[in-house]
T-cell receptor, first 114, second 111 residues
Framework: DTEVTQTPKHLVMGMTNKKSLKCEQH?????MYWYKQKAKKPPELMFV???????INESVPSRFSPECPNSSLLNLHLHALQPEDSALYLC?????????????FGQGTRLTVV | KQEVTQIPAALSVPEGENLVLNCSFT??????LQWFRQDPGKGLTSLLL?????REQTSGRLNASLDKSSGRSTLYIAASQPGDSATYLC??????????FGPGTRLSVLP
C-alpha cells in the first residue's frame, strides 16, 4: 500500500467557518508534510512533521493549524480563512525526513473560501 | 536557499516524438531528486526517484538522469503519447528535510 489518502476531496467554506483537512497513510512513514498549491504554480511547503513533532513551519499564518495525532494521521485545522487561501492542499509522506527516501503525495483537497 | 528551475515552461509536440525535460537546482546537498506528473486539479504521481549516488533511472518509456555536481537532471520521454499530456515537476529532497519543487513543464502531446 503506497497510498496517501486525503479527505475531503473538495471543500467550500466561509471566512468565519472552522474546518479540518485530513490525511492518512499506512506505510509506516515517520515524516508527513502539508503543501499548498495555487493554480499553475508548484507546491509550496507549509509544515513538516517528523516523528509526530512539528519540525518545519514555513511562516504560515496562524489561521492554519497543523496537528499530528499519531504516526498515520495528519490534520490541518482551518479557521478564519481568506479568499486568497483558496488552493489545492496536498499532503505527503516519506519514510524519514532526514534520509534518502521517496515522497508519496495524496490527491489533494481543493479548498474554496467564499 | 535551494532554488529549482525547469526548462521549458511549456512544450507541445506531435505524438511519437522523443522529448527531454530539464531541471536545474542550485544546492547539491540533496538526498535525491524525484520526477512527478500532475494532471489538472489532481495530486502528484511519482514517476522516478534518483538517489544522489545514482546517475540514471528508467521506468518504461521514461529515463531520468542526474548530474549532482552540475545541479542538473533530465527526464527523457520516448515515443510520446497523448496520454502523456500533463505537468511534469521535479523536486529535490534537501538535507534540510523538505522537498523543493521546480515550477513544472506543461506538456501537450498532440494526436
Amino acid at each position: 500500500d503506497t497510498e496517501v489518502t486525503q479527505t475531503p476531496k473538495h471543500l467550500v467554506m466561509g471566512m468565519t467557518n472552522k474546518k479540518s483537512l485530513k490525511c492518512e497513510q499506512h506505510m509506516g512513514h515517520r515524516a508527513m508534510y502539508w503543501y499548498k498549491q495555487k493554480a499553475k504554480k508548484p507546491p509550496e511547503l507549509m509544515f513538516v512533521y517528523s516523528y509526530e513533532k512539528l519540525s518545519i513551519n514555513e511562516s504560515v499564518p496562524s489561521r492554519f493549524s497543523p496537528e499530528c495525532p499519531n504516526s498515520s494521521l495528519l490534520n490541518l485545522h482551518l479557521h478564519a480563512l481568506q479568499p486568497e487561501d483558496s488552493a489545492l492542499y496536498l499532503c505527503a509522506s516519506s519514510q524519514d525526513p532526514a534520509q534518502n527516501t521517496e515522497a508519496f503525495f495524496g490527491q489533494g483537497t481543493r479548498l474554496t473560501v467564499v | 536557499k535551494q532554488e529549482v528551475t525547469q526548462i521549458p515552461a511549456a512544450l507541445s509536440v506531435p505524438e511519437g516524438e522523443n522529448l527531454v525535460l530539464n531541471c536545474s537546482f542550485t544546492d547539491s546537498a540533496i538526498y535525491n531528486l524525484q520526477w512527478f506528473r500532475q494532471d489538472p486539479g489532481k495530486g502528484l504521481t511519482s514517476l522516478l526517484l534518483i538517489q544522489s549516488s545514482q546517475r540514471e533511472q528508467t521506468s518504461g518509456r521514461l529515463n531520468a538522469s542526474l548530474d549532482k555536481s552540475s545541479g542538473r537532471s533530465t527526464l527523457y520521454i520516448a515515443a510520446s503519447q497523448p496520454g502523456d499530456s500533463a505537468t511534469y515537476l521535479c523536486a529535490v529532497h534537501n538535507y534540510g528535510q523538505n522537498f523543493v519543487f521546480g515550477p513544472g513543464t506543461r506538456l501537450s502531446v498532440l494526436p
